[in-house]
């Protein structure tokens, strides 16, 4: 009886013109990126199979952007995080978006590196972002431009 009315209200909003192209082609990439022995589709954050397929037969993950500050929507500057991973990684992140891109520009293996892992700080925890070599080589191109 004391629980409040539904009430709706029409808002303005800004959404990125585009950005669904960019989400798909990072998925699509993304799957084939982070595939485990097993042909497991793997959090590039905890390292763990990711927890549920869809009806499609596909696994759900988010592919959050990695570096936010950059000008244009690079389908290779996303990653392939669980539900959980992807959270902290959006809100709970202590390593700044100047660091990782550091981290990533500046790794020392060969460009021709098979993975490469790079720290990050989620939500009080150390972690590490798991990059197949040719994922981290296309993203340190992309965030050297």
């Not at 029409?10 to 959404?15: F, V």
């Not at 988010?62 to 669980?82: M, P, S, T, Y």
Request: glycine fraction near 2%; include cysteine; aromatic fraction near 8%.
């Amino acid at each position: 009886a004391d629980a409040p009315s539904k009430e709706s209200v029409m808002l303005e909003r800004s959404i990125q013109k585009g950005i669904s192209d960019v989400i798909a082609q990072a998925k699509a990439y993304l799957r084939t990126k982070c595939l485990n022995t097993d042909k497991q589709l793997v959090c590039q954050c905890c390292h763990k199979e990711m927890p549920f397929k869809l009806r499609s037969n596909e696994y759900y993950f988010e592919a959050v952007q990695c570096i936010g500050d950059k000008e244009k929507r690079h389908f290779q500057n996303r990653l392939a995080l669980c539900p959980t991973c992807a959270a902290m990684y959006q809100y709970a992140r202590e390593t700044d978006d100047a660091e990782i891109r550091r981290s990533i520009v500046e790794h020392e293996a060969d460009d021709k590196a098979l993975a490469v892992e790079i720290p990050v700080r989620l939500a009080g925890r150390e972690l590490t972002l798991h990059f197949v070599g040719t994922h981290w080589f296309d993203l340190k191109t992309v965030l050297s431009q």
